[in-house]
């Protein structure tokens, strides 16, 4: 038997995309034990059923679904600092939405730019955000509704930080 954590961990997802699987698949296993607010699975039949369903993360559609929920950004940016942080860029989410950006902090002194991409979608309005870069590399959190992070490589003259304010069209 297994719990929908195992299942998670097996199918390599989150333990809530196995509760949604439990919703809304028809054909998902029934519990074979436990509680209600704690199901035990079959483990041979919850294999079966993810390998019948490999593309499941994509509503079987890998192609056209790449991100369902529509929490995936890329782009390019370019920031450069002297204590006073100037930046802009463009981030393109996967519904085709373009959104250029301005940013302006305090940081460190440097330049950056290159691509990125984040774990959540590109919306219009202010977030504030703190980033460091060092190398080819810089990653950086954002206040942008759920916290999103993200990650890129570019140019970097020379190690950095910098906290921000960012204005999204």
Known sequence: MATGS??????????AAVSNW???????????GGRADSPL???AEARAWYGRNPYLYAEGDPVNR???????STGFSGEACSYLCIGGGL??????????SLSVGAGTSGASGGVEASAGDANSGA?????????????????QGDTAAGAGT????????SAKVKYTW
Do not use: Q
């Not at 195992?6 to 333990?15: F, K, M, S």
């Not at 190398?135 to 954002?142: K, P």
């Open 6 to 15: 195992e299942i998670a961990r097996i199918a390599g997802v989150t333990r």
């Open 41 to 43: 699975f079959g483990l």
């Open 127 to 143: 977030t504030g955000e703190w980033e460091c870069s060092a190398g080819y590399y810089w990653a950086w959190v954002s206040s």
């Open 154 to 161: 570019g140019y970097v003259s020379n190690p950095m930080c």
């Open 91 to 100: 981030s393109f989410n996967d519904d085709g939405s373009i959104h250029p």
């Open 66 to 72: 790449i991100d369902p929920d529509g929490l995936v």
């Open 22 to 32: 439990r919703r809304r698949r028809e054909d998902f296993p029934a519990p074979v």
